[in-house]
């Protein structure tokens, strides 16, 4: 009975969707309808659509009748009430997790106490600094102390890490993490470090090997979350920094001059919905954690450092690190597109005690000012000011759209325990107070307590509904495995038979919660609150627990979208590899290799795509070359620049193949640099250079090839001083990057510019960007990148793990004739580098750091 109405209801509506006037007859429906019944059934059934509702429903309506009680369909049923059991767990979570950082307050503010270092521990110096959980006492003088309360204070034995129950536990980052969570959903979040120079900003949001730091813990969680939701999500990454003013891209080759029109084509927009989009800035697309992470690693060796007064290593700008995320299929989230912003600004330093003159003190206001913006910002944020000011600094430009009622902001403030900085403890102290003290300033003791009770609540409930979330990932997973067990006719174990049936006793509980919760939902929450803890009606709207809301939240997404466009890349596209373009640029950040050449798109970027896999007939191809020489220009403006050393290349020096007992001869390791690193690389080629009538000369010689990683882990060791002859090669030289493969491509008449790359700094960057990701230099030259009185970018060296080495299919040297300028002493900054050679182990480990 109810399936002939359904007939006629269906003949009706495609009557009336045709246009039709006869009117259609059942038979006609009928045939219609079996037609549709008997169309195959393609979508595969990974989430919890309506679909799979419709699915459940109508099995369930179809048990009674012969054919649909078959097994398969019987899973399918369980798997569909087991997402619609997850996206209700989802919500809730959410919901929680709002509630949560609503009572919590959008802007979060956590101080960080530096520990005493080795060489303070020596001196005159005492603590004044004491702490509790969230309260930070300082002494002023022997009678006179202050109190400062913040969120959370980190002590100076704080790890990064710790080591809880056999698990790894990221103390600082644990703090952090309900902000990524709220990324997750949808929302802009910043999170900063903020204060003195040398207090362990850097420390903190990027970490060491051992223990990483904010920003590649929440790149992995971001990911890790995006991967546990029922969503799939589109992940970009982009890296700047703001240095005296001006915005740099971090992920592009930066120019040796800070005048060049590269180095200042990033400006600021903002659209008429008052989204903010940053001109020229390269927009990576990555698709899993380790991407990202090597991004961040390349980005952050290009930032601006130098040396102080304060610290060894300052970071002479704000760095800002862009995670943004976009999901199509999830209209409850608070944006299609959202960002994460983790921000590791400069050092706020006291002029006069830094005694910095030159440029170090115009990078010291620079980043003063900005701080200064930054804190009238989040001020008036906080004061509900009707005119925020964000047009005061290019921080709080680019962070318009990310600081505000609407997102969720973090700032970890940095304080030293030192006696000598007690000025500026003070003054760092003052601006988190600032930023915080409105939204929790006034709050008597019975309001606070009852606060913190109503949030250990929340959290608490945020947590069982991570467990039970996983529980029901954990079933639908046993599910699938058995719904494909069963198409392929595979026939179900005991043991596996025994989970179906387990579950099929649970699915009346998850029923059983959705309802509960609908419930729950349809009150307010948490009912136990009192009325000015409860949510108001904006943050339930954020919530999306309103229908309207969701449909206001809807229709606002699509104001704060990115511009994002993805293409097939032509020189990629048998890889089935895309490249996708934000506004004007944007990298596909894919295994294949990636450089970056002049003749190639708008921001000057080429994809290039090497073969993966090795010819085998090259081989021998290889062994017979003999003097390749690979050279390579990006810019135009390189290109007509006489001053690159590997243009004159007219000299020719046969290369002799090191035995393998050289290799292992550490007395081998002397020779030159260039013989070292390519003679390092497992003999596959062979490279020297020679000062000829004082023009430097260069010759490669591919050799045989063997597994380089082995090989090259020598120069890892390599802690020799570069002899004399090098260090004047090195005043004039430049920089030239290339692999095996490439120079194989180019022995085979390939195509020279996407084979090689590397004629200076930038190049050196293009040799980063490769399907490894790795440049590698010999171990006394470390990656340094400073900026010298005079405006020129430096790099001085390189770094690299031996992690890295196990990866490298590619070498770069730098040598770069920007060394040559001169320090305050009138020496070249590389000469005074190199008096103190050989580096003793904790200077190099420190240089590392950075
Ligand atoms: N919590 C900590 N534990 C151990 N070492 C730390 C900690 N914080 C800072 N350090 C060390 O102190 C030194 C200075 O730290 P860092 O470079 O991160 O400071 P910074 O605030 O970023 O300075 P700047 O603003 O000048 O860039 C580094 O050697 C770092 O390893």
């Known amino acids: 009975m109810e399936s002939r109405k359904r007939l006629r209801n269906l003949a009706d509506s495609i009557r009336s969707l045709l246009g039709l006037k006869t009117h259609l007859t059942s038979t006609w429906a009928d045939s219609v309808c079996n037609i549709i019944k008997d169309l195959p059934y393609e979508e595969p059934f990974n989430d919890y659509h309506i679909r799979n509702l419709n699915l459940k429903t109508q099995s369930f309506e179809d048990k009674d009748g012969d054919d649909l009680g078959t097994d398969g369909s019987m899973i399918q049923v369980d798997l569909a009430a087991l997402y619609a059991d997850l996206n209700t767990l989802n919500s809730c979570r959410r919901q929680a997790l709002n509630d949560y950082l609503d009572l919590k307050g959008n802007i979060r503010v956590f101080c960080r106490i530096r520990p005493i270092t080795e060489g303070e521990k020596f001196g005159t110096l005492r603590p004044v600094v004491a702490a509790d959980s969230c309260n930070v006492l300082l002494r002023l003088s022997e009678s006179k102390t202050k109190h400062y309360c913040f969120d959370k204070v980190f002590h100076p034995h704080s790890s990064q890490v710790v080591l809880v129950t056999e698990k790894l536990t990221a103390e600082v980052f644990s703090e952090v993490e309900p902000v990524i969570k709220s990324a997750v959903d949808g929302y802009n979040a910043c999170i900063f470090a903020y204060g003195q120079t040398g207090t362990g900003k850097t420390f903190t949001m990027e970490g060491k090997p051992d223990c990483p730091g904010i920003v590649p813990l929440a790149i992995e969680a971001l990911f890790k979350q995006a991967a546990d939701s029922c969503h799939s999500f589109l992940f970009t990454f982009s890296m700047l920094e703001i240095y005296m003013g001006n915005l740099r891209d971090l992920l592009i080759p930066q120019t040796a001059k800070s005048t060049d029109s590269v180095a200042q084509c990033l400006s600021v927009q903002k659209d008429p919905k008052g989204g903010i989009e940053i001109d020229n800035l390269v927009t990576i697309r990555v698709s899993d954690f380790n991407q990202a992470k090597r991004l961040y690693g390349l980005g952050s060796r290009f930032r601006s450092t130098a040396s102080t007064n304060s610290n060894k290593t300052s970071s002479r700008s704000h760095c800002l690190t862009r995670v943004s995320m976009t999901c199509f299929d999830a209209p409850e989230r608070r944006r299609e597109t959202n960002k994460l912003w983790m921000i590791d600004l400069g050092g706020s330093e006291r002029v006069l005690k830094t005694k910095a003159w030159g440029r170090r003190l115009d990078e010291g206001k620079a980043i003063n000012l900005s701080l200064s913006a930054l804190g009238d910002v989040i001020n008036a944020l906080q004061r509900r000011k009707s005119h925020v000011p964000y047009r005061n600094s290019k921080l709080t430009q680019v962070l318009t759209d990310s600081l505000g009622e609407d997102s969720k902001t973090v700032m970890v403030v940095h304080i030293s325990p030192k006696e000598e900085d007690l000025c500026e403890t003070v003054c760092s102290l003052g601006f988190a107070t600032r930023v915080r003290s409105v939204h929790l300033g006034n709050e008597d003791k019975e309001v606070r307590a009852k606060k913190e009770v109503a949030m250990a609540q929340l959290l608490q409930r945020v947590q069982q509904l991570e467990y039970e979330r996983q529980d029901v990932r954990k079933d639908i ?80 997404s699509s104001s704060v979208r990115a511009e994002s466009v993805t293409l097939p890349l032509k020189a990629i596209s048998d890889c089935g590899s895309e490249c996708s373009i934000s506004r004007t640029s944007c990298l596909s950040f894919t295994d294949y290799e990636t450089e970056y050449c002049n003749n190639a798109s708008e921001c000057e970027i080429k ?22 020489l690979l050279n390579n220009s990006l810019h135009d403006r390189q290109k007509t620049e006489p001053a690159n050393a590997l243009t004159n290349t007219s000299g020719r020096i046969p290369a002799i193949p090191p035995s393998q007992s050289q290799k292992k001869d ?34 490669t010689t591919l050799e045989k090839t063997t597994s380089p990683v082995e090989d090259l882990a020598i120069i890892d060791r390599m802690q020799h001083p570069p002899d004399d002859a090098v260090k004047k090669k090195l005043g ?17 008449g390939l195509d020279a510019n996407s084979s090689c790359c590397g004629t200076s700094i930038d190049h050196a960057y293009s040799g980063v960007i490769h399907r490894k990701n790795i440049v ?9 990148r400073r900026t010298s009185d005079d405006g020129a970018d430096i790099i001085m060296s390189n770094d690299f793990t031996t992690n890295d080495l196990e990866c490298c299919d590619r070498i770069s040297i730098i040598t770069n004739e920007n060394i040559c300028s001169t320090n305050q002493n009138g ?17 190099l480990l420190n240089k590392k750091t950075k």
């Open 827 to 843: 020496k070249s900054e590389l000469e005074a580098e190199y008096e103190n050679f050989p580096p003793k182990e904790s200077q």
């Open 666 to 699: 550490r007395s081998f390791e002397h020779a030159t640099v260039r013989q070292l690193n390519f003679n390092g690389m497992s003999n596959k080629i062979s490279s020297r250079e020679e000062f000829n009538n004082g023009k430097l000369e260069k010759l």
């Open 607 to 628: 994809m290039v795509a090497l073969p993966q896999q090795k010819n085998p007939h090259r081989t021998n191809k290889v062994e017979s070359s003999k003097g390749l």
């Open 477 to 556: 997973k046993k599910l699938k495995e058995r719904l494909h067990d069963q198409l392929t006719g595979t026939e179900p174990s005991p043991r596996e038979r025994m989970e179906v049936q387990y579950l099929s006793e649970r699915l009346p509980q998850c029923k059983e919660r959705e309802e509960r919760v609908n419930v729950d939902t349809a009150g307010s929450f948490p009912a136990k609150l009192p009325r000015f803890m409860r949510p108001t009606i904006c943050s339930r709207k954020k919530a999306s627990l309103d229908e309207p809301a969701a449909e206001w939240v809807r229709k606002r």
């Open 732 to 748: 004039s030289a430049s920089l030239s990057s290339f692999s095996v493969q490439e120079a194989q491509d180019l022995q085979e």
């Open 776 to 784: 590698m230099e010999t171990e006394w030259i470390e990656i340094d």
